[in-house]
């Protein structure tokens, strides 16, 4: 047993080795600087999003602007232009819903909240009564809390995208607490039928505009 363990540790260990001797031999730093570079180039370009040149490229003062964006980022409502200026309902064009050149509402491309685009999510929410009591509902939840936490600190929350992007990351604990929120749901499931159903229209929907919108 003791040496599957330092087996385990050894394997670890070497492709991370690996990946700092990449990054000293190719950038000259430990860290990949990319990032880093990255992040001084997007605060120069992109001043619409609003990234502070002064803060860190993981800043906690980041966290209070990117959670309302995660929880409930609106669509863009009777849009003029798009990102760059293009200018949209030009020549008396009629504004519709599926109408690309003068639509009447489009998904932000900064990005929108969960509770818009994944509605089903709030299946979790019945499963933290077990919190302390299960063990999978207590590793879920505080993974998901955790990774979470550090996505929100980060400068950027994605660009041309639907949704939240880095949903993704916690995506797979918060998919087992909804399992264990419809399981005690018990007999009522239909607020589960029409949370999905709901979720399954609106990501409909957002595939659609990226589509026209050319994301």
């Known amino acids: 047993m003791a040496a599957a363990r330092d087996l385990g540790r050894s394997g670890a260990a070497l492709p ?15 860290f990949n600087p990319a990032y880093d570079y990255l992040y001084r180039v997007e605060t120069a370009a992109y001043r619409f999003l609003d990234y502070q040149s002064d803060w860190a490229i993981e800043d906690p003062r980041y966290i209070p602007r990117n959670l309302a964006l995660m929880l409930v980022g609106p669509p863009v409502v009777n849009p003029d232009t798009l990102d760059y200026g293009e200018p949209l309902c030009v020549d008396g064009a009629g504004r519709g819903w599926f109408t690309p050149e003068c639509p009447i509402l489009i998904p932000n491309s900064v990005g929108m909240g969960l509770l818009l685009t994944s509605p089903a999510y709030l299946l979790a929410l019945p ?6 009591r299960s ?3 207590t590793g879920a939840a505080l993974a998901t809390l955790f990774i979470a936490t550090i996505n929100l600190m980060h400068f950027s929350q994605g660009w041309v995208q639907f949704g939240y992007r880095f949903s993704l990351d916690f995506a797979p604990f918060l998919l087992l607490l909804m399992a264990v929120g419809i399981n005690q749901m018990r007999g009522v499931r239909w607020p589960a039928i029409l949370l999905i159903l709901a979720s399954i229209a609106v990501q409909a929907w957002g595939v659609w505009w990226g589509t026209a919108l050319g994301w």
């Open 127 to 132: 499963a933290l009564r077990r919190y302390g």
């Open 135 to 137: 063990r999978l509902v």
């Open 16 to 30: 991370i080795a690996g990946l700092l001797a990449y990054n000293v031999v190719s950038t000259g730093s430990v």
